[in-house]
């Protein structure tokens, strides 16, 4: 792949673990135990198997507040609203789940800490679908409680929505000298039943730390619902792309030549996926398929520049949008509760601005 290589980037490799602003010290690592991966007890399935164990005594009282919804169908918000209810026993059957849930993301987090590649984190951010509701931001305050006996550490949810976390963190994919003379990027989150695409305004008159940027206009494609093969979900992608090309310049806004990608699984450095792409729709992992390189022959050009592409693990793009908060302590990480526990330990480096 490395003609790939050379026809997407020439400012960075794909999943590079040196980037302007931050070492990456690990990403998207597996721990096992005699049970299996243990990231596997802190996502959404394991969630909603607690709130399924819960709801059984209040079956068996004919008083289930869901009636016959299955647990992996209740929403967030619909959780959030029991908490906030008149109706007792259901908000207690919520916050046991919550606290079943808090122990199990200690006892992962506490995992993932006492491992080499974390050791002396001094503060982790917690992002992906989960953290979007007062049940998680309560699971993750919980969580960081039952920490303290045994590490100094913060916990804290992700600053930006994740959706919008998922798309901010591409600006950190590359120097900061490939946005002078522009103000906009295109970037692109690739999730385990989504793929959203947007345009990222760097606004960084006002925030040269990327403090500021914002998603001025975004694209969302629930994919899970239409089943797609594998190239119908990049022809789908470029599609997208050319739209808010399309949509930027009528805005007038001036769209740097380049695409940040934040997809799921070890990222090699030529842009194809070693592993961790298994929920995506067809074989991301199969040899001779490569998505920067897909994107780079349907879209040459953005404007009069060719095209630039970088794509990274989905879980560091999350926790690159932070960057600019976590300038107060040196080593810090990130898990991501969603379809699985994505997760990522960074040290930042002394040379901040990337220039």
């Known amino acids: 792949m490395a003609d790939g290589t050379i026809a997407t980037t020439g400012i960075a490799a794909h999943g590079a673990l040196r980037l302007p602003t931050v070492e990456i010290d690990s990403y998207d690592i597996e721990l096992k135990d005699n049970h299996g991966f243990i990231g596997d007890r802190a996502n959404k ?11 059984r005594p209040m079956r068996k009282s004919g008083h289930d507040p869901f009636g016959k919804e299955p647990s992996e169908n209740v929403s967030k918000k619909a959780l959030d609203a029991i908490l906030t209810g008149d109706d007792t026993e259901a908000s207690a059957v919520v916050q046991s789940a919550i606290e079943a849930f808090s122990q199990q993301l200690a006892h992962v987090t506490r995992r993932f800490l006492k491992s080499k590649a974390w050791d002396k984190t001094e503060r982790i951010v917690v992002g992906g679908g989960f953290r979007e509701s007062r049940l998680g931001e309560l699971s993750i305050a919980r969580a960081e409680i039952l920490l303290r ?64 940027a914002r998603v001025r206009k975004f694209e969302l494609w629930r994919y899970a619902d239409d089943a797609p ?8 992608l470029v599609k997208l792309l050319r739209h808010l090309i399309s949509a930027a310049e009528k805005k007038k806004l001036k769209l740097a030549p380049f695409v940040g990608i934040a997809c799921p699984g070890l990222i ?15 074989n991301w992992e199969a040899n001779g398929f490569n998505l920067p390189t897909s994107l780079v022959e349907a879209i040459p050009r953005i404007g009069k520049h060719h095209t ?9 793009v999350q926790g690159l949008s932070e960057i600019p908060w976590m300038q107060d302590v040196k080593r810090w990480g990130i898990l991501t509760i969603g379809t699985g526990l994505g997760n990522a330990r960074f040290t930042n480096r002394s040379g901040k601005n990337g220039n």
């Open 45 to 55: 399935e394991a969630f909603c198997d607690i709130l399924e164990r819960w709801r």
């Open 149 to 212: 006996d045994d590490f100094k550490v913060e916990m804290c949810p992700i600053r930006h929505r994740p959706d919008d976390a998922g798309l901010l963190g591409a600006l950190h994919l590359a120097p900061s000298w490939i946005f002078q003379g522009f103000d906009s990027i295109l970037a692109v989150d690739i999730g385990g039943t989504n793929i959203r695409c947007g345009v990222v305004e760097t606004r960084s008159e006002k925030s040269p730390d990327l403090s500021k």
């Open 229 to 236: 093969t594998r190239k119908g979900a990049v022809k789908r």
């Open 268 to 282: 090699e450095s030529d842009g194809s996926i070693e592993r961790g792409a298994q929920n995506l729709p067809g």
């Open 308 to 316: 630039t592409v970088v794509m990274h693990n989905d879980g560091v």
